[in-house]
């Protein structure tokens, strides 16, 4: 069987000889050398310092222990091949097994002129090819304002949606807004009281009511609307229905303003209660009950119960453990009230319904153990096995002052997104929200986020971006020097640094780097990349101040000048791409 790498061609370097790469394996199979490959062990090092050359692979080394044919020499063989390709100045086969390759540089300027043409979508790619995804994120409980908890997945989701759409797929961003339940039930209760505080009533909160200080301007909103209306009310259910609803309305109003703060906005906000009212649940039980995976039974006591709290009830259990869940979970309680798993089902089956090709959630750590269920539901849904993905985020340790701020919504002790952002900014906040694995906790110190230094990373790489403005700046006030575009049939590579050559390396990086991050799922990446690209070019700029041929401007050497303009340009254009993605500024002064 033929394998194909990639059915969609990127004009980048390193696509391009990963492609080649799967003309030697694909050879190899129809020579029955091999019998298969496994792409995924197949390491392409474009980055690392370690690397001999521009680029090296572990081809050779995989192949060898595919090699059915033991007297064939694969060595010849891919050496010929790669020798053949007109883009390859040199190739190495080293003994460690690892095949070193250095571009010829008429290739390497080629690809720097199609960033030219291409500038304003460059590394943009087809990959999706328009397919249908919805990415699912924050829906924090509309129970009190965005706080630290959410940050970390506010950010991920709004990145990961706008690498995705820089790869061809259509994306849609939702909030999924808890607006049922015993939570709810408790805010209205919450602020119920607040509303009777201002009464001078002597009510106190429970420890399980929210004593949050937003409740209070929340109940002063109802108190100058509507007086002492709410206190006459003799009708309970109306009156408590009232303040579920109204606090539902103005959290999630401030919740779209505190997430714009950010730049974080959705298309969708989707209702718990709406999915109750239309009755998706009733097509999800009849779908699971068809499949027989519903039945009556009593659940084992959780080990978290007390022995007082806890009695044997029969319940309408969902068979979870026919795929791989540790027990059967309920799915409608005792009383015949849907769980929060029913009715979480029920708002993916209408999902499912709109006729995306993918949904994707990113939920807190604390969600871990719902997964499984949760995508095995999908799966019955979709009849896909991994049609629901899910990326999760692990903690953010908020520190100021060197100390650790504990947080907790319940308390009323927790610090804002609103806060945060005042105090460090959008971009500070958006570029370390994504600057780790999401699946490992992270440290936010809110006070080195905000020095000027090259230790703090965001301000390292946006002073690049600036640094290069303000040469291209005074390039467009000289007289003497032309405009670049229309004189990139003058660039020369004898007035380009090996220094240099390493920075276009990593600029003619950025469409491979990009599709990868999409291909993965994984912002970090471009975070990576950034600060590798932007501490090459710092160390390059400061060599230029002891060496005057580094300089990246000469009027006296107009060609050179312009040379140097074209690919600090290239930096400036894949720079900005980056920025624009993980949604932070460029700024051109500093």
Known sequence: MRLNFTDHYMNDYITEFKKDLN?????????????????????IDYSSKSKQGDISTNLFLILLKQNLKKN?????HIFKFLSSLNYIEKIDIVKAGFINVVFKKDFLISKLIDLF?????????????????NIEFVSANPTGPIHVAHMRGAVLGDVLASILESSGFKVTREYY????????????????????????????LTPNEYPGEYLKNIAKIIYDQDGDKWLKTKNEIEKFKYFEIFAVKNLVARIKEDLSLININFDIFTFESEIVVNKFINKVFTLLKEKNLLYEGV?????????????PRKQLLYRSTNFGDDVDRAFQKANGEWTYFANDAAYHYEKYSRGYDQLINIWGADHI???????????IISNKKNYLDIQICQMVHLRKNGKLLKISKREGNFVTLKKIQQEVGKDALRYFMISSKSGTPMDFDMDKVVEKNKDNPVFYCQYAFARASSVIRKANLSKEIPDIHSSIDQFSSNYVSEHEWKIILKILAWPYLLSQAAAFKQPHRIIIYLEDLCSHFHSFWNKGKDDQSLRLIDEKNINKTISKLIWLESLRITLKQAFNIIGIDAPEIM
Do not use: C, H, T
């Open 117 to 133: 043409s291409n500038n304003e979508q460059y590394g943009f790619n087809n990959i999706g090819n328009g397919k249908k995804i």
């Open 23 to 43: 003309k030697i394996i694909n050879d190899l199979i129809e020579k029955n050398i091999i019998n298969d490959f496994n792409f995924n062990k197949l390491s």
């Open 177 to 204: 807004v808890n607006d049922a339940g015993s939570q709810i039930r408790v805010m209205g209760q919450s602020l119920y009281k607040r509303y009777q505080q201002l009464f001078d009533n002597q009510v106190v």
């Open 299 to 311: 659940l084992d006591k959780p080990m978290n119960e007390e022995e007082s709290d806890w009695e």
């Open 369 to 379: 153990g719902y997964i499984s269920r949760m995508k095995s539901i999908v799966e």
């Open 72 to 76: 064939y020499d694969l060595k010849d």
